[in-house]
């Protein structure tokens, strides 16, 4: 049709017509609050990286948990930061790990909020490594095979202390099939696994070491998180978790991986989330600060970005700021 038939517009002049034919809505259902849990007492200390993000000591999660469901989140996922580690990550699947007791305390809390556990031992292993070693001919490798034993038990141990989803976030080959079998062997066959389907050797994971303590202590992840050059490959790992049991998919990091989102939304038919990670919530709240950017627009801006290229839900740390901005929309 010939221009000035065709007047693209003429929905777009007023804010009524705008809404009418508004395509993506993001909405607070969609959003998944991570929240960093540390043993002692008493202890809200915010990450130096990550203003407004806060370590939260067992005891105070009442104030912060609170926040949440009055703001009409309905899912959390949980980090611990133990008070000791070992080369084997044992706080990891301890019955009164850090997350564990957390998870205990949440429901005694609000029984109704959902809670992901994050599955992986980085946080809880002395090396910082997400499975155990092994040592051969002067060469230390990530054991894959070993860790997922350790894997398992972790899942198990936080579904019994009462998560509602396993998100194991490892990358060990077959860590979807293993825990699936241990749930089910261990009586969780209704717990869902979000998998970590998707998961880069980013950059932009670095505030996130800060607030976990979580950076390894030699080498990189190289070797079993993706190369951020690849993207078949990530359709290769996102089959087999899909044909291992996952329940929903995951991509992260979000924002520079948007492409991904759409390929795993295309070919799949699973819930998908993004994770919007720490060094993008860091970069927009430095440039905030700094008065250089609207940190409203700019966070809404991406987030509705994230549902239009297909994802279902989205873990982010401006959850709570998403909330109420959407309340006064």
């Not at 003429?10 to 809404?19: I, P, S």
């Not at 970590?196 to 998180?225: E, M």
Request: net charge negative; aromatic share 8%.
């Amino acid at each position: 049709m010939a221009f000035p038939i065709t007047r693209h517009r003429r929905f777009r002049r007023t804010e009524a017509l705008r809404n009418l034919v508004r395509e993506t809505r993001l909405h607070v259902h969609d959003l998944i609050a991570p929240i960093f849990v540390i043993h002692g007492e008493n202890v809200k200390e915010e990450i130096p990286s990550m203003p407004g993000v806060y370590q939260w000591s067992v005891d105070r999660l009442e104030e912060e948990i609170s926040e949440i469901v009055g703001l009409g989140i309905q899912a959390v996922l949980l980090f611990g930061i133990p008070p000791h580690k070992d080369s084997t990550g044992t706080g990891a699947f301890e019955e009164n790990g850090i997350v564990q007791l957390a998870t205990r305390r949440i429901k005694e809390i609000a029984p109704d909020l959902l809670v992901v556990a994050d599955t992986c031992l980085c946080e809880y292993t002395d090396h910082g490594h997400c499975g155990v070693l092994r040592h051969d001919g002067g060469q230390v490798t990530v054991d894959n095979d070993a860790s997922l034993e350790l894997l398992v038990r972790t899942a198990v141990s936080q579904a019994a202390a009462g998560a509602d989803i396993i998100a194991p976030s490892n990358m060990m080959d077959g860590f979807v099939a293993a825990i699936r079998k241990g749930l089910d062997e261990a009586g969780f066959e209704q717990i869902p696994i979000m998998s970590y389907a998707v998961k880069y050797s980013s950059a932009y994971y670095g505030p996130f070491r800060d607030a976990a303590d979580s950076a390894p202590q030699f080498g990189d992840r190289k070797t079993y998180q993706m190369d951020w050059a690849n993207a078949r490959e990530a359709l290769r790992e996102a089959e087999s978790d899909a044909a291992e049991g996952a329940d929903m998919l995951m991509v992260k990091p979000g924002l520079a991986y948007l492409d991904l989102v759409r390929m795993l939304k295309d070919r799949f038919h699973l819930p998908l989330a993004v994770y919007n990670v720490s060094a993008e919530y860091s970069m927009v709240k430095a440039a905030a600060l700094q008065g250089w950017i609207d940190e409203k627009a700019i966070v809404l801006e991406t987030l509705t970005g994230m549902k239009r290229a297909g994802a279902d839900i989205i873990i982010t740390y401006h959850a709570k700021d998403v909330a109420r901005w959407l309340r006064e929309a």
